[in-house]
């Protein structure tokens, strides 16, 4: 398990804002939320909505793939790392929800 999370650090996905939102989301959802407020959450479709909305604004704020000339923005390219980036923060909000339940039991 301690090679895993020195693997997170070392390869830099730690760092990744949607990574480190999810990661915080995560905590204090499975700390301050009952399991049924929990269920709603991931069945509400505005929770999605935002999540998207905010990885949509980050990537093309600040995170845009260029083509090769530099000049013009790989629109296809960049729309797949806001997917990707949406993706990100459900997976590690999951899992950081999954590490404290785990951490708990001990």
Do not use: H
């Amino acid at each position: 398990m301690f090679k895993g999370i020195i693997a997170l650090f070392t390869f830099g996905i730690i760092f990744n804002p949607f990574v480190m939102m999810g990661i915080g989301c995560g905590v204090w959802a499975i700390i301050n939320l009952p399991p049924e407020d929990i269920r709603t959450l991931f069945l509400d479709c505005r929770l999605y909505i935002i999540v998207a909305i905010v990885a949509v604004i980050y990537t093309f704020l600040f995170a845009k793939i260029y083509k090769q000339g530099g000049r013009y923005i790989d629109w296809n390219s960049t729309m797949w790392l806001a997917v990707w980036n949406f993706i990100r923060y459900f997976i590690s909000f999951v899992l950081a929800m999954s590490f404290v339940t785990m951490i708990s039991i001990f």
